[in-house]
Protein backbone atom coordinates (compact mmCIF):
# COMPACT_ATOMS: atom_id res chain seq x y z
CA UNK A 1 0.00 0.00 0.00
CA UNK A 2 0.90 3.52 -0.74
CA UNK A 3 1.14 5.94 1.76
CA UNK A 4 2.59 9.55 2.70
CA UNK A 5 2.86 10.88 6.14
CA UNK A 6 3.87 14.36 7.26
CA UNK A 7 4.16 14.28 11.04
CA UNK A 8 4.08 17.96 11.71
CA UNK A 9 0.57 19.50 11.48
CA UNK A 10 2.71 23.45 12.41
CA UNK A 11 5.31 24.97 11.83
CA UNK A 12 6.55 28.41 12.50
CA UNK A 13 9.76 30.12 10.83
CA UNK A 14 11.47 33.03 11.14
CA UNK A 15 11.44 35.29 8.11
CA UNK A 16 14.47 35.58 5.68
CA UNK A 17 15.42 31.89 7.67
CA UNK A 18 15.41 28.22 6.20
CA UNK A 19 12.89 25.91 6.93
CA UNK A 20 12.45 22.21 6.35
CA UNK A 21 9.29 20.27 6.29
CA UNK A 22 9.18 16.86 6.60
CA UNK A 23 7.73 14.08 4.52
CA UNK A 24 8.11 10.19 4.89
CA UNK A 25 6.76 7.59 2.17
CA UNK A 26 5.53 4.13 2.02
CA UNK A 27 5.83 1.99 -1.05
CA UNK A 28 7.21 -1.08 -2.63
CA UNK A 29 7.47 -0.10 -6.18
CA UNK A 30 10.97 0.87 -7.29
CA UNK A 31 9.79 3.95 -9.53
CA UNK A 32 7.52 6.52 -8.19
CA UNK A 33 7.75 10.69 -8.30
CA UNK A 34 7.17 12.79 -5.23
CA UNK A 35 5.44 16.37 -5.28
CA UNK A 36 5.16 18.78 -3.18
CA UNK A 37 1.95 21.53 -3.45
CA UNK A 38 1.46 24.80 -1.70
CA UNK A 39 -2.59 25.94 -0.56
CA UNK A 40 -2.21 29.42 0.28
CA UNK A 41 -5.22 30.94 2.62
CA UNK A 42 -7.03 31.81 -0.71
CA UNK A 43 -7.47 27.75 -1.66
CA UNK A 44 -5.74 27.06 -5.08
CA UNK A 45 -2.93 24.31 -4.51
CA UNK A 46 0.00 25.20 -6.46
CA UNK A 47 2.39 22.81 -7.81
CA UNK A 48 5.79 23.46 -6.57
CA UNK A 49 8.49 20.84 -7.06
CA UNK A 50 8.98 17.44 -8.60
CA UNK A 51 11.26 13.98 -7.17
CA UNK A 52 11.86 11.31 -9.32
CA UNK A 53 13.29 7.99 -7.43
CA UNK A 54 15.34 7.42 -10.05
CA UNK A 55 16.45 11.31 -10.10
CA UNK A 56 20.23 10.86 -8.20
CA UNK A 57 20.33 14.94 -7.57
CA UNK A 58 18.04 16.43 -5.27
CA UNK A 59 15.78 18.32 -6.74
CA UNK A 60 15.65 22.32 -7.39
CA UNK A 61 13.39 24.97 -7.81
CA UNK A 62 14.44 28.60 -6.75
CA UNK A 63 13.74 28.77 -2.98
CA UNK A 64 12.95 24.88 -2.92
CA UNK A 65 14.76 22.39 -2.83
CA UNK A 66 13.77 18.55 -2.26
CA UNK A 67 16.12 16.27 0.33
CA UNK A 68 15.79 12.92 -1.01
CA UNK A 69 17.07 10.49 0.86
CA UNK A 70 15.85 6.82 -0.89
CA UNK A 71 16.96 4.51 1.51
CA UNK A 72 15.45 6.36 4.58
CA UNK A 73 12.02 6.69 2.18
CA UNK A 74 12.05 10.31 3.50
CA UNK A 75 11.78 13.67 0.96
CA UNK A 76 11.62 16.71 2.53
CA UNK A 77 11.12 20.44 1.41
CA UNK A 78 13.30 22.79 2.29
CA UNK A 79 12.25 26.25 1.97
CA UNK A 80 15.44 29.00 1.84
CA UNK A 81 15.03 32.45 3.17
CA UNK A 82 11.15 32.50 4.22
CA UNK A 83 9.12 35.07 2.94
CA UNK A 84 5.81 36.55 4.45
CA UNK A 85 3.94 34.97 1.14
CA UNK A 86 5.16 31.11 1.98
CA UNK A 87 2.83 31.17 4.91
CA UNK A 88 -0.11 28.30 3.48
CA UNK A 89 0.07 24.60 4.09
CA UNK A 90 2.10 22.33 2.40
CA UNK A 91 1.17 18.98 0.95
CA UNK A 92 3.63 16.09 -0.04
CA UNK A 93 1.71 13.61 -2.81
CA UNK A 94 3.37 10.49 -4.29
CA UNK A 95 2.77 9.08 -7.57
CA UNK A 96 3.71 5.14 -8.10
CA UNK A 97 3.06 2.01 -9.93
CA UNK A 98 2.54 3.81 -13.25
CA UNK A 99 -0.84 4.80 -12.62
CA UNK A 100 -1.62 8.14 -12.42
CA UNK A 101 -3.09 8.07 -8.98
CA UNK A 102 -1.64 10.71 -6.12
CA UNK A 103 -1.51 10.01 -2.82
CA UNK A 104 -1.44 12.89 -0.71
CA UNK A 105 -0.34 13.62 3.08
CA UNK A 106 -2.18 15.55 5.65
CA UNK A 107 -0.64 18.56 5.07
CA UNK A 108 1.87 20.70 7.05
CA UNK A 109 0.34 24.75 7.84
CA UNK A 110 3.71 26.73 7.77
CA UNK A 111 3.74 30.43 9.87
CA UNK A 112 6.28 32.75 8.97
CA UNK A 113 6.88 35.74 11.10
CA UNK A 114 8.14 39.15 10.42
CA UNK B 1 -2.37 28.28 -21.05
CA UNK B 2 -5.64 29.66 -18.96
CA UNK B 3 -5.08 26.79 -16.54
CA UNK B 4 -7.92 24.14 -15.28
CA UNK B 5 -10.97 26.54 -14.97
CA UNK B 6 -13.94 25.17 -12.76
CA UNK B 7 -17.14 26.71 -12.20
CA UNK B 8 -18.81 27.82 -9.90
CA UNK B 9 -16.06 29.09 -7.63
CA UNK B 10 -18.84 29.23 -4.91
CA UNK B 11 -22.23 27.03 -4.84
CA UNK B 12 -24.53 27.22 -1.40
CA UNK B 13 -27.31 25.32 -2.06
CA UNK B 14 -30.28 23.90 0.35
CA UNK B 15 -30.17 20.00 1.10
CA UNK B 16 -32.24 17.61 -1.21
CA UNK B 17 -30.89 20.02 -4.20
CA UNK B 18 -28.76 19.07 -6.85
CA UNK B 19 -25.42 20.47 -7.46
CA UNK B 20 -23.56 20.55 -10.47
CA UNK B 21 -19.82 20.85 -10.41
CA UNK B 22 -18.11 22.03 -14.20
CA UNK B 23 -13.93 21.62 -14.82
CA UNK B 24 -12.30 22.59 -17.88
CA UNK B 25 -8.97 20.65 -18.16
CA UNK B 26 -6.08 22.38 -19.49
CA UNK B 27 -6.11 21.77 -23.30
CA UNK B 28 -3.71 18.96 -24.52
CA UNK B 29 -3.65 16.89 -20.77
CA UNK B 30 -5.29 13.53 -21.15
CA UNK B 31 -6.03 12.90 -17.21
CA UNK B 32 -8.58 14.37 -14.98
CA UNK B 33 -9.19 14.36 -11.85
CA UNK B 34 -11.73 15.25 -9.13
CA UNK B 35 -10.45 15.62 -5.66
CA UNK B 36 -12.67 16.61 -2.62
CA UNK B 37 -10.79 18.48 0.23
CA UNK B 38 -12.53 18.48 3.91
CA UNK B 39 -10.55 19.63 7.29
CA UNK B 40 -11.88 16.03 8.90
CA UNK B 41 -10.65 13.80 5.79
CA UNK B 42 -8.34 16.16 3.49
CA UNK B 43 -7.89 15.88 0.42
CA UNK B 44 -10.13 12.57 -1.47
CA UNK B 45 -9.54 11.11 -4.95
CA UNK B 46 -13.00 10.72 -6.15
CA UNK B 47 -12.38 9.75 -9.32
CA UNK B 48 -10.30 9.94 -12.30
CA UNK B 49 -10.43 9.97 -16.64
CA UNK B 50 -7.57 8.92 -18.59
CA UNK B 51 -9.12 9.86 -22.50
CA UNK B 52 -12.27 10.74 -20.98
CA UNK B 53 -13.01 7.33 -19.84
CA UNK B 54 -13.46 6.52 -16.51
CA UNK B 55 -10.98 4.67 -14.73
CA UNK B 56 -10.98 4.52 -11.13
CA UNK B 57 -13.91 5.63 -9.18
CA UNK B 58 -13.41 3.98 -6.24
CA UNK B 59 -13.66 7.20 -4.22
CA UNK B 60 -17.17 8.40 -5.35
CA UNK B 61 -18.71 8.16 -1.53
CA UNK B 62 -21.99 6.86 -2.70
CA UNK B 63 -24.50 6.49 -5.67
CA UNK B 64 -25.57 10.44 -5.31
CA UNK B 65 -22.11 11.10 -6.73
CA UNK B 66 -21.77 10.96 -10.57
CA UNK B 67 -19.11 12.28 -12.75
CA UNK B 68 -19.02 12.62 -16.78
CA UNK B 69 -16.49 13.69 -19.35
CA UNK B 70 -17.88 14.05 -22.49
CA UNK B 71 -15.17 15.32 -24.33
CA UNK B 72 -11.79 16.21 -23.82
CA UNK B 73 -12.13 19.98 -22.83
CA UNK B 74 -15.29 19.28 -20.08
CA UNK B 75 -16.04 17.50 -16.94
CA UNK B 76 -18.74 17.20 -14.67
CA UNK B 77 -19.05 15.96 -10.98
CA UNK B 78 -22.75 15.93 -10.04
CA UNK B 79 -24.37 15.10 -6.36
CA UNK B 80 -28.22 14.50 -6.43
CA UNK B 81 -29.77 15.11 -3.55
CA UNK B 82 -27.14 16.96 -1.93
CA UNK B 83 -26.82 16.67 2.08
CA UNK B 84 -24.55 19.05 4.38
CA UNK B 85 -21.54 16.28 4.92
CA UNK B 86 -21.05 17.04 1.21
CA UNK B 87 -20.33 20.40 2.07
CA UNK B 88 -16.39 20.66 1.10
CA UNK B 89 -14.19 22.07 -1.52
CA UNK B 90 -14.15 20.26 -4.64
CA UNK B 91 -11.14 20.53 -6.47
CA UNK B 92 -10.89 19.29 -10.75
CA UNK B 93 -6.73 18.62 -11.41
CA UNK B 94 -5.47 17.52 -15.00
CA UNK B 95 -2.44 15.94 -16.12
CA UNK B 96 -0.65 14.53 -19.66
CA UNK B 97 1.00 11.33 -20.02
CA UNK B 98 4.83 11.45 -20.13
CA UNK B 99 6.06 8.66 -22.46
CA UNK B 100 9.58 8.59 -20.65
CA UNK B 101 7.57 6.78 -17.53
CA UNK B 102 9.88 8.64 -15.24
CA UNK B 103 6.49 9.29 -13.46
CA UNK B 104 6.18 12.93 -13.68
CA UNK B 105 3.18 13.65 -14.43
CA UNK B 106 2.48 16.68 -12.49
CA UNK B 107 -1.21 17.13 -11.52
CA UNK B 108 -2.41 20.64 -12.00
CA UNK B 109 -4.86 22.14 -9.78
CA UNK B 110 -7.92 24.47 -11.17
CA UNK B 111 -9.09 26.76 -7.57
CA UNK B 112 -11.83 24.61 -6.32
CA UNK B 113 -15.51 24.87 -5.96
CA UNK B 114 -16.25 25.79 -2.17
CA UNK B 115 -19.84 23.95 -1.48
CA UNK B 116 -22.14 24.54 1.33
CA UNK B 117 -25.22 22.48 1.74
CA UNK B 118 -27.56 24.16 4.12
Known amino acids: AQKITQTQPGMFVQEKEAVTLDCTYD???????LFWYKQPSSGEMIFLIYQGSYDEQNATEGRYSLNFQKARKSANLVISASQLGDSAMYFC???????????FGSGTKLNVKP | DAGVIQSPRHEVTEMGQEVTLRCKPISGHDYLFWYRQTMMRGLELLIYFNNNVPIDDSGMPEDRFSAKMPNASFSTLKIQPSEPRDSAVYFC????????????????FGPGTRLLVL
Open chain 1, 93 to 103: AMRANNFNKFY
Open chain 2, 93 to 108: ASSFFVRDSTLQETQY
Open chain 1, 27 to 33: TSDQSYG
